[in-house]
Nanobody
Framework: QLKFVESGGGLAQAGGSLRLSCTTSGSALRFNAVTWYRQAPGNERDRVATIYKTDSTLYHDSVKGRFTIYRDDAKNTAYLQMNNLTLEDTAVYYC??????WGQGTQVTVSS
């Protein structure tokens, strides 16, 4: 059974930081690319950042220099460190592991 949990969302002030986590029950992360997406109300779901099996990373232009995606294989967890948050970062964030189904997401709300 494919199981994972997204967590770490919450309320942050503009300029603040949050760290999202995507934790699996097994060791699937080291064998799959992991991508964080986000979806704001009325918008499409957009790719934010990807980490590949080779540990190479790819970021959307809007988060470059502010967000960092990384993985801890020993903890079966992928992270999205989000710094210098802006109001435009408010969205539901989803972790996508390879071609696994979508999870429930975690809400991030940034206030002024």
């Amino acid at each position: 059974q494919l199981k994972f949990v997204e967590s770490g969302g919450g309320l942050a002030q503009a300029g603040g930081s949050l760290r999202l986590s995507c934790t699996t029950s097994g060791s699937a992360l080291r064998f799959n690319a992991v991508t964080w997406y986000r979806q704001a109300p009325g918008n499409e779901r957009d790719r934010v950042a990807t980490i590949y099996k080779t540990d190479s990373t790819l970021y959307h232009d809007s988060v470059k220099g502010r967000f960092t995606i990384y993985r801890d294989d020993a903890k079966n967890t992928a992270y999205l460190q989000m710094n210098n948050l802006t109001l435009e970062d408010t969205a539901v964030y989803y972790c996508k592991i390879g071609d696994w189904p979508w999870g429930q997401g975690t809400q991030v709300t940034v206030s002024s």
